[in-house]
């Protein structure tokens, strides 16, 4: 079953955004915001349960293996925007669902 959580997103997106202008002004290190990316991941993808939980999970994975010199701002900004996308397509679902009813 699917399970729509447009605002964990934009929660998630919002702190990673934070991290992104953390680690422009070097306020962040690499090794923490490694951490926060998989973990913010990791707990969005909860129990794996559908195409984007999955997908989430394996780049939770991915990022984990590349290590922190991969989490570069730019890096960081591009998940967020992409949680904010997912948020959107989600809120879409969600709508055209409850129209089927209506």
Do not use: K
């Amino acid at each position: 079953m699917a399970r729509f959580q447009p605002r964990n997103y934009r929660v998630a997106a919002g702190q990673l955004q934070g991290l992104a202008l953390a680690l422009q002004t070097s306020t962040a290190d690499a090794q923490t915001a490694l951490q926060t990316v998989v973990g913010e991941l990791n707990s969005l993808a909860g129990d794996r349960s559908s195409p984007t939980l999955q997908g989430l999970a394996e780049l939770a994975d991915r990022v984990q293996t590349a290590g922190p010199g991969s989490v570069t701002p730019e890096a960081v900004e591009n998940i967020a925007h992409t949680l904010l996308e997912v948020a959107d397509r989600e809120e879409q679902a969600e709508a055209q669902i409850r129209n089927i009813w209506h």
